[in-house]
């Protein structure tokens, strides 16, 4: 229906502008004193000309016409008078041709100072007009959330109204668009979130983001609340916050002295330190999978179990005569073999640490242990012509010499064979025996008591040497005096 009168309208303005040539000369003759009487008229010009009417809304129309115009002389200037007809003279309220601005003299007549010549060289700058018309725009509308996309003819938003003038009654639609907002995401050391764009007053879609070592704890604004699917009416930025997780780490002490369970924060290490049990050695903590623990981060919770190797101790040991009997490497708390020796004319009464006899105890540290033996004790009866002289009871491996000396009716007596021949006393005793046994000579019995007795040898040579020694003294001291 707008076209349709717009149409009519060009058509109207285009009818009038051809009809000027007929009116020109009425209109101009009666004209409200526009004429001097005294003027001299010269004749009619007729120009095609294209004028643009720019109202004050932005809208251009464009109408091709043809101008009827006349040169007015006095006896003072020349003019030349243009004439519009209805409806264009309503609306037209200024003309210009090319620099020249027109004076209005009344709807639709202006005049312009110059000949129909100068005028009409000027003809083709008329589609410079400058013309105003009443706007149809009101003002813009606000809607909150929304920004205004303009005017419309029609509901649907197909036919804008792009400010032509209005003629008739007319129904404009505003046309609005829903305001649309980025919202950015900073994961803080996250992965990396995409940022999204919202419709005003809309909630978000949060995304998931994740973070290695750190427990999400939501999206924040950057006055420190969280997101809760609050609507969004700006640009916004959303920073995730993070809090970092704490895994439990226990320690198994396998047997040593116990270790309280300890918190320690995603990547960070436990604190760990030697502990003691008795009897072994500590090698250190390990990890489930065999590996020993030495400060590696904590990624998860973790069981550190005690290593220990136990201790090892040495027994020696002194056979003290008998058979030798190899050390040994015996484990803390564990017993030593300590073997059962034999010894040829011993009794043996087992091993002693010290003075405690070892009867299995556990080994806690290095000993030695020492065989205790007792000598077999045999009887020796010494017989002299075939009747038993005197009963000894002697060690085994004592020789018949030391026997006989430490028995005083022995001493001065000879060891005899079966044939009554002296023989060596130097023979031990391994059993018991019966052994003849005959008196010695005056001579043997010095020599006994002598060699029994060395020390009577040793004072009768220093005697010896004491009389030789004052001898020398006495000469001295005479050879002096003389």
Same mark, same amino acid.
Request: with cysteine.
């Given at each position: 229906?707008?076209?349709?009168?717009?149409?009519?309208?060009?058509?109207?303005?285009?009818?009038?502008?051809?009809?000027?040539?007929?009116?020109?000369?009425?209109?101009?003759?009666?004209?409200?004193?526009?004429?001097?009487?005294?003027?001299?008229?010269?004749?009619?010009?007729?120009?095609?000309?294209?004028?643009?009417?720019?109202?004050?809304?932005?809208?251009?129309?464009?109408?091709?016409?043809?101008?009827?115009?006349?040169?007015?002389?006095?006896?003072?200037?020349?003019?030349?008078?243009?004439?519009?007809?209805?409806?264009?003279?309503?609306?037209?309220?200024?003309?210009?041709?090319?620099?020249?601005?027109?004076?209005?003299?009344?709807?639709?007549?202006?005049?312009?100072?110059?000949?129909?010549?100068?005028?009409?060289?000027?003809?083709?700058?008329?589609?410079?007009?400058?013309?105003?018309?009443?706007?149809?725009?009101?003002?813009?509308?606000?809607?909150?959330?929304?920004?205004?996309?303009?005017?419309?003819?029609?509901?649907?938003?197909?036919?804008?109204?792009?400010?032509?003038?209005?003629?008739?009654?007319?129904?404009?639609?505003?046309?609005?668009?829903?305001?649309?907002?980025?919202?950015?995401?900073?994961?803080?050391?996250?992965?990396?979130?995409?940022?999204?764009?919202?419709?005003?007053?809309?909630?978000?879609?949060?995304?998931?983001?994740?973070?290695?070592?750190?427990?999400?704890?939501?999206?924040? &604004?950057?006055?420190? *609340?969280? #997101?809760?699917? +609050?609507?969004? @009416? =700006?640009?916004?930025? %959303?920073? $995730?916050? /993070? !809090?970092?997780?704490?895994?439990?780490?226990?320690?198994?002490?396998?047997?040593?002295?116990?270790?309280?369970?300890?918190?320690?924060?995603?990547?960070?290490?436990?604190?760990?330190?030697?502990?003691?049990?008795?009897?072994?050695?500590?090698?250190?903590?390990?990890?489930?999978?065999?590996?020993?623990?030495?400060?590696?981060?904590?990624?998860?919770?973790?069981?550190?179990?005690?290593?220990?190797?136990?201790?090892?101790?040495?027994?020696?040991?002194?056979?003290?005569?008998?058979?030798?009997?190899?050390?040994?490497?015996?484990?803390?708390?564990?017993?030593?073999?300590?073997?059962?020796?034999?010894?040829?004319?011993?009794?043996?009464?087992?091993? &002693?640490?010290?003075? *405690?006899? #070892?009867?299995? +105890?556990?080994? @806690? =540290?290095?000993?030695? %242990?020492? $065989?205790? /033996? !007792?000598?077999?004790?045999?009887?020796?009866?010494?017989?002299?012509?075939?009747?038993?002289?005197?009963?000894?009871?002697?060690?085994?491996?004592?020789?018949?010499?030391?026997?006989?000396?430490?028995?005083?009716?022995?001493?001065?007596?000879?060891?005899?064979?079966?044939?009554?021949?002296?023989?060596?006393?130097?023979?031990?005793?391994?059993?018991?025996?019966?052994?003849?046994?005959?008196?010695?000579?005056?001579?043997?019995?010095?020599?006994?008591?002598?060699?029994?007795?060395?020390?009577?040898?040793?004072?009768?040579?220093?005697?010896?040497?004491?009389?030789?020694?004052?001898?020398?003294?006495?000469?001295?001291?005479?050879?002096?005096?003389?």
């Amino acid at each position: 229906m707008t076209n349709k009168r717009t149409n009519r309208l060009k058509a109207n303005r285009l009818f009038m502008w051809l009809m000027t040539l007929l009116m020109a000369a009425a209109v101009v003759f009666g004209g409200a004193g526009i004429m001097n009487a005294s003027a001299k008229r010269l004749p009619f010009v007729h120009f095609s000309a294209t004028i643009n009417l720019i109202y004050n809304t932005g809208y251009v129309e464009s109408v091709d016409v043809t101008v009827e115009s006349y040169t007015e002389e006095n006896s003072s200037s020349t003019y030349t008078i243009f004439t519009l007809r209805s409806p264009l003279k309503e609306i037209i309220t200024d003309m210009s041709c090319g620099d020249t601005q027109g004076t209005s003299y009344s709807n639709g007549v202006f005049r312009f100072p110059g000949t129909i010549s100068t005028v009409a060289f000027n003809a083709s700058y008329l589609n410079y007009n400058v013309v105003t018309a009443s706007s149809a725009f009101p003002e813009t509308p606000t809607k909150e959330g929304y920004t205004f996309k303009g005017w419309y003819f029609d509901e649907a938003f197909t036919q804008a109204y792009d400010g032509r003038p209005i003629t008739s009654d007319t129904k404009l639609y505003a046309k609005f668009e829903i305001n649309r907002y980025t919202v950015t995401f900073d994961s803080a050391g996250g992965s990396a979130v995409s940022s999204q764009t919202v419709d005003w007053n809309s909630s978000l879609s949060l995304p998931n983001t994740s973070r290695v070592g750190y427990d999400f704890l939501g999206w924040y &604004y950057s006055n420190g *609340t969280q #997101y809760t699917n +609050q609507v969004i @009416t =700006a640009n916004t930025s %959303l920073v $995730a916050r /993070w !809090e970092i997780k704490h895994f439990a780490v226990s320690f198994d002490s396998a047997g040593g002295a116990a270790v309280e369970t300890q918190t320690v924060d995603y990547g960070n290490s436990a604190s760990v330190s030697s502990i003691s049990r008795e009897g072994y050695n500590f090698l250190g903590w390990f990890l489930s999978n065999g590996t020993q623990y030495t400060n590696q981060a904590i990624t998860e919770y973790t069981t550190l179990t005690a290593k220990w190797q136990i201790k090892t101790f040495k027994v020696t040991y002194d056979s003290n005569g008998g058979e030798a009997v190899s050390e040994e490497t015996i484990e803390w708390n564990k017993t030593a073999s300590a073997p059962t020796l034999e010894r040829t004319g011993y009794i043996f009464h087992g091993w &002693y640490n010290g003075e *405690t006899k #070892y009867e299995g +105890q556990a080994v @806690t =540290a290095d000993m030695t %242990l020492t $065989a205790k /033996w !007792e000598v077999i004790k045999y009887t020796v009866t010494f017989y002299v012509d075939g009747e038993v002289y005197e009963t000894m009871e002697v060690a085994y491996g004592t020789t018949f010499q030391e026997a006989m000396a430490a028995n005083e009716r022995l001493f001065f007596m000879n060891l005899l064979n079966d044939e009554g021949v002296k023989i060596s006393k130097s023979a031990k005793v391994t059993g018991d025996v019966s052994v003849p046994v005959g008196e010695m000579t005056n001579e043997e019995k010095v020599a006994a008591f002598i060699g029994n007795n060395w020390w009577v040898l040793y004072l009768a040579g220093g005697l010896v040497l004491a009389g030789i020694a004052a001898t020398v003294i006495a000469s001295v001291v005479a050879h002096k005096r003389r």
